[in-house]
């Protein structure tokens, strides 16, 4: 994997990882979440990955980070996901 590509991955776990809080807490954590959204949407525009598809994006975020947990059923995003209409 390149460093650009490296790098977006980076910046799109940084974002991630800052949405949680930024709904638990979106008075302290409004700025941090634009800045992550920012962030990740530039290193991933300037790594030629912006548009990529979700399976191969997600290929590209396990070959970087194969220890990350992965999302289960119960997590309501990926539940949200699998509901028909979704």
Known sequence: ???LTRNAVIAYLRLL???PLAVL???NFEEALSAAAWQANAAM????VL???LETWT???REAFPD???PTAA???VADTAQPGH
Request: proline share 16%; charged share 30%.
């Open 25 to 27: 807490d979106p008075d």
């Open 1 to 3: 994997m390149d460093a």
């Open 59 to 61: 290929v590209l975020v």
């Open 75 to 77: 997590d309501p995003a």
């Open 17 to 19: 990882a800052t949405l």
């Open 68 to 70: 990350l947990p992965r």
């Open 51 to 53: 548009h990529m598809p």
């Open 45 to 48: 525009k300037e790594a030629g």
